[in-house]
């Protein structure tokens, strides 16, 4: 089994036709009660379902995910039978990768990641998969459009453009675009089923489409996220210990 493939599976485990009107009113935000902020909450364990598929795998598996807010994110692999095959942990520089199948671990810095796929990868971005989160945080300057069914939110961050798209329905997050200006690479994220666990909101499916060039050719990665059960907790473990047998990679 390929350590780089799971390690892509995890990171990427954390519109509109009518005219569009510029937002001016600066209480807009405040009166159409859009909502930003990530949940608050300290510890949050989830039981997931992830299915990737590219045009040489289609993989199903279920996952453990474990986080303290803005600050870890543990996950577990399990595809058949229960049996854990991988385990990582992420913080806000790096992240560790161990699979157990081939008894070795991978160390990165989001640096590197952001290299290697092509997109500006970091542990705010990777929580906002999970949580349905904008993964850049709202600008008093950012520039808000309303549409027939959304508010569109423009950002910009270095040579990425991103619109986030809030339903005008829900008042929640529906859809992230983000496309590098240099290139073709483009990640188009999607939000649904929000549900109410305790006191915060989140949603129980999330859809990740990846568009990039490799090798001169377009390529595209998709990606389903669904949580079967949300819990928050007041504390949680993150087990994280390699085996002295295990080679780095």
């Not at 990530?38 to 990737?52: A, G």
């Not at 640096?111 to 993964?135: A, H, K, R, T, V």
């Not at 073709?184 to 549900?195: R, V």
């Amino acid at each position: 089994m390929n350590s780089r493939f799971w390690v892509f599976l995890f990171l990427v485990i954390a519109s509109a036709c009518s005219r569009k009107v510029t937002i001016t009113d600066p209480d807009f935000i405040e009166k159409n009660k859009l909502v930003f902020a990530v949940p608050e909450f300290e510890y949050l364990n989830t039981k997931t379902r992830i299915q990737y598929k590219d045009a040489d795998r289609n993989v199903s598996t279920s996952a453990s995910i474990r986080i303290r807010k803005d600050s870890i994110i543990w996950m577990s692999l399990t595809p058949f039978l229960g049996i854990e095959v991988a385990r990582v942990i992420i913080n806000k520089d790096s992240m560790v990768f161990m699979n157990r199948l081939n008894r070795e671990y991978l160390v990165y810095d989001f640096n590197s990641l952001s290299e290697q796929f092509q997109f500006e990868i970091s542990y705010d971005l990777i929580q906002s998969l999970i949580l349905g989160n904008m993964p850049l945080e709202y600008q008093e300057l950012n520039e808000i459009v309303s549409s027939k069914h959304h508010y569109i939110i423009r950002q910009e961050s270095g040579s990425y453009s991103i619109k986030n798209y809030f339903s005008k329905e829900w008042m929640k997050l529906q859809k992230v675009e983000v496309s590098e200006e240099s290139n073709k690479n483009k990640m188009i994220l999607e939000f649904d089923n929000y549900q109410r666990v305790e006191a915060i909101s989140i949603p129980f499916l999330s859809l990740i489409s990846l568009g990039y060039e490799q090798d001169n050719e377009l390529k595209s990665t998709e990606i389903k996220i669904k949580h079967g059960n949300v819990k928050l907790a007041s504390t949680l473990r993150f087990p994280f210990e390699i085996p002295r047998r295990y080679v780095r990679k």
